[in-house]
Protein backbone atom coordinates (compact mmCIF):
# COMPACT_ATOMS: atom_id res chain seq x y z
CA UNK A 1 0.00 0.00 0.00
CA UNK A 2 1.09 3.71 -0.83
CA UNK A 3 0.90 6.70 0.77
CA UNK A 4 -0.20 9.89 -1.24
CA UNK A 5 0.14 12.79 0.93
CA UNK A 6 -2.41 15.44 0.23
CA UNK A 7 -1.80 19.03 -0.87
CA UNK A 8 -4.20 21.83 -0.27
CA UNK A 9 -4.10 25.20 -2.21
CA UNK A 10 -4.88 28.91 -1.60
CA UNK A 11 -6.61 29.99 -4.92
CA UNK A 12 -6.52 33.87 -5.64
CA UNK A 13 -7.99 35.74 -8.72
CA UNK A 14 -6.78 39.51 -9.63
CA UNK A 15 -8.09 41.97 -12.52
CA UNK A 16 -4.76 44.25 -13.50
CA UNK A 17 -4.33 46.39 -16.61
CA UNK A 18 -3.25 44.69 -19.79
CA UNK A 19 0.08 46.65 -19.95
CA UNK A 20 0.47 46.13 -16.33
CA UNK A 21 -0.26 41.91 -16.29
CA UNK A 22 3.80 40.98 -16.78
CA UNK A 23 4.44 43.05 -13.51
CA UNK A 24 1.46 41.80 -11.41
CA UNK A 25 2.90 37.78 -12.80
CA UNK A 26 6.01 38.09 -11.66
CA UNK A 27 5.51 39.99 -8.24
CA UNK A 28 2.90 37.51 -7.29
CA UNK A 29 5.23 34.59 -8.31
CA UNK A 30 7.42 35.75 -5.76
CA UNK A 31 5.13 35.28 -3.03
CA UNK A 32 4.57 31.83 -3.62
CA UNK A 33 1.74 32.18 -6.21
CA UNK A 34 1.71 30.34 -9.37
CA UNK A 35 -0.15 31.60 -12.34
CA UNK A 36 -2.65 29.40 -13.35
CA UNK A 37 -4.58 31.24 -15.62
CA UNK A 38 -4.98 34.68 -17.71
CA UNK A 39 -8.84 35.74 -19.12
CA UNK A 40 -9.69 38.40 -21.09
CA UNK A 41 -13.05 39.05 -21.53
CA UNK A 42 -13.94 38.87 -25.67
CA UNK A 43 -14.25 42.39 -27.62
CA UNK A 44 -17.76 43.06 -27.17
CA UNK A 45 -19.54 44.38 -30.48
CA UNK A 46 -22.57 46.78 -29.80
CA UNK A 47 -23.37 47.54 -33.51
CA UNK A 48 -22.46 45.19 -36.23
CA UNK A 49 -20.99 48.01 -37.98
CA UNK A 50 -18.66 49.72 -35.27
CA UNK A 51 -15.23 48.34 -34.47
CA UNK A 52 -14.79 45.89 -31.16
CA UNK A 53 -14.71 47.75 -27.94
CA UNK A 54 -11.70 45.66 -26.07
CA UNK A 55 -10.74 44.85 -22.47
CA UNK A 56 -7.91 46.79 -21.23
CA UNK A 57 -8.33 44.60 -18.23
CA UNK A 58 -7.13 40.77 -17.54
CA UNK A 59 -7.94 38.53 -14.98
CA UNK A 60 -4.77 36.48 -13.35
CA UNK A 61 -5.81 33.39 -11.61
CA UNK A 62 -3.30 31.75 -9.10
CA UNK A 63 -2.59 29.35 -6.39
CA UNK A 64 -0.56 28.19 -3.46
CA UNK A 65 0.27 25.87 -1.36
CA UNK A 66 -1.23 26.27 1.78
CA UNK A 67 2.00 24.51 3.59
CA UNK A 68 3.56 27.69 3.17
CA UNK A 69 5.12 28.52 6.55
CA UNK A 70 5.62 31.86 7.46
CA UNK A 71 2.70 33.32 5.67
CA UNK A 72 1.94 36.26 8.26
CA UNK A 73 5.49 37.75 7.15
CA UNK A 74 4.59 36.64 3.39
CA UNK A 75 1.62 38.08 3.91
CA UNK A 76 2.66 41.73 5.28
CA UNK A 77 5.35 41.93 2.33
CA UNK A 78 2.38 40.89 -0.57
CA UNK A 79 0.16 43.74 1.24
CA UNK A 80 3.10 46.29 0.55
CA UNK A 81 3.33 45.14 -2.74
CA UNK A 82 -0.20 45.53 -3.20
CA UNK A 83 -0.41 49.21 -2.14
CA UNK A 84 2.50 49.67 -4.58
CA UNK A 85 1.14 48.21 -7.41
CA UNK A 86 -2.43 50.21 -6.75
CA UNK A 87 -0.20 53.14 -7.05
CA UNK A 88 1.63 52.13 -10.34
CA UNK A 89 -2.26 51.93 -11.64
CA UNK A 90 -3.30 54.97 -10.26
CA UNK A 91 -0.34 56.70 -11.48
CA UNK A 92 -0.58 55.24 -15.13
CA UNK A 93 -4.14 55.92 -15.56
CA UNK A 94 -3.57 59.65 -14.60
CA UNK A 95 -0.88 59.96 -17.07
CA UNK A 96 -4.15 60.05 -19.35
CA UNK A 97 -6.54 61.56 -17.42
CA UNK A 98 -5.54 64.82 -16.73
CA UNK A 99 -4.58 65.68 -20.20
CA UNK A 100 -7.95 64.21 -21.34
CA UNK A 101 -9.97 66.29 -19.49
CA UNK A 102 -7.99 69.88 -20.33
CA UNK A 103 -8.51 68.77 -23.93
CA UNK A 104 -12.19 68.03 -23.55
CA UNK A 105 -12.70 71.56 -22.04
CA UNK A 106 -10.21 73.25 -24.87
CA UNK A 107 -12.37 70.85 -27.55
CA UNK A 108 -16.23 71.94 -25.68
CA UNK A 109 -14.77 75.82 -25.78
CA UNK A 110 -14.27 75.54 -29.11
CA UNK A 111 -17.58 74.04 -30.32
CA UNK A 112 -19.30 76.56 -28.70
CA UNK A 113 -17.51 79.78 -30.47
CA UNK A 114 -18.29 77.81 -33.57
CA UNK A 115 -21.91 77.57 -32.69
CA UNK A 116 -22.25 80.77 -31.64
CA UNK A 117 -20.94 81.65 -35.15
CA UNK A 118 -23.03 79.57 -36.86
CA UNK A 119 -26.11 81.49 -34.84
CA UNK A 120 -25.14 84.78 -35.47
CA UNK A 121 -24.25 84.22 -39.29
CA UNK A 122 -21.67 84.58 -41.34
CA UNK A 123 -22.56 87.78 -42.74
CA UNK A 124 -20.28 90.43 -40.55
CA UNK A 125 -16.43 89.93 -39.17
CA UNK A 126 -17.33 89.40 -35.93
CA UNK A 127 -18.64 85.90 -36.14
CA UNK A 128 -16.04 84.97 -38.63
CA UNK A 129 -13.31 85.76 -36.19
CA UNK A 130 -15.17 83.99 -33.49
CA UNK A 131 -15.37 80.79 -35.78
CA UNK A 132 -11.65 81.23 -35.84
CA UNK A 133 -10.91 81.12 -32.26
CA UNK A 134 -13.41 78.14 -32.00
CA UNK A 135 -11.39 76.46 -34.81
CA UNK A 136 -7.95 77.54 -32.94
CA UNK A 137 -9.34 76.15 -29.67
CA UNK A 138 -9.85 72.82 -31.14
CA UNK A 139 -6.37 72.64 -32.58
CA UNK A 140 -5.14 73.46 -29.11
CA UNK A 141 -7.06 71.05 -27.88
CA UNK A 142 -4.98 68.54 -29.98
CA UNK A 143 -1.65 70.04 -29.05
CA UNK A 144 -2.51 70.35 -25.03
CA UNK A 145 -3.33 66.59 -25.16
CA UNK A 146 -0.13 65.48 -26.46
CA UNK A 147 1.85 68.52 -24.55
CA UNK A 148 0.56 67.47 -21.59
CA UNK A 149 0.79 63.72 -21.55
CA UNK A 150 4.42 63.60 -22.04
CA UNK A 151 4.75 65.97 -19.94
CA UNK A 152 2.73 64.04 -17.31
CA UNK A 153 4.86 60.97 -17.94
CA UNK A 154 7.77 63.00 -17.66
CA UNK A 155 7.19 63.83 -13.97
CA UNK A 156 5.44 60.13 -13.24
CA UNK A 157 7.54 58.14 -14.70
CA UNK A 158 10.46 58.45 -11.62
CA UNK A 159 7.18 57.90 -9.32
CA UNK A 160 6.60 54.70 -11.29
CA UNK A 161 9.54 53.42 -11.25
CA UNK A 162 10.32 53.66 -7.12
CA UNK A 163 7.02 52.10 -6.98
CA UNK A 164 7.85 48.87 -9.30
CA UNK A 165 11.25 49.10 -7.01
CA UNK A 166 9.10 49.24 -3.88
CA UNK A 167 7.16 45.38 -5.37
CA UNK A 168 10.87 44.11 -6.33
CA UNK A 169 12.04 44.56 -2.72
CA UNK A 170 9.01 43.39 -1.06
CA UNK A 171 8.91 40.00 -3.22
CA UNK A 172 12.55 39.66 -2.96
CA UNK A 173 12.61 39.94 0.85
CA UNK A 174 9.19 37.01 0.62
CA UNK A 175 10.78 34.90 -1.84
CA UNK A 176 14.34 34.46 0.61
CA UNK A 177 11.66 33.94 3.34
CA UNK A 178 9.77 31.74 1.80
CA UNK A 179 13.31 30.10 0.25
CA UNK A 180 14.85 29.85 3.69
CA UNK A 181 12.16 27.81 5.18
CA UNK A 182 11.96 24.99 2.89
Given at each position: ?13 V?A???L ?20 R ?16 A ?8 A ?31 P ?36 V????A ?13 Q ?9 A?V ?7 A ?7
Amino acid sequence: MTSQTSTGYEYMTVRAPQQLAPLYRDAYRNFGWSLEKVQQRPPIRPFPLLPAIRSNTATLSFRRDRALTNTAMVGEFQRTADASLDAVVRMERSKKTIPIGVATVLAAVGTALLATCLLLGATAALPIIIGVFGLVFWGTAAIAYFALKSARTRQLEPSILAEQARVFDAGQQAAQLINSSR
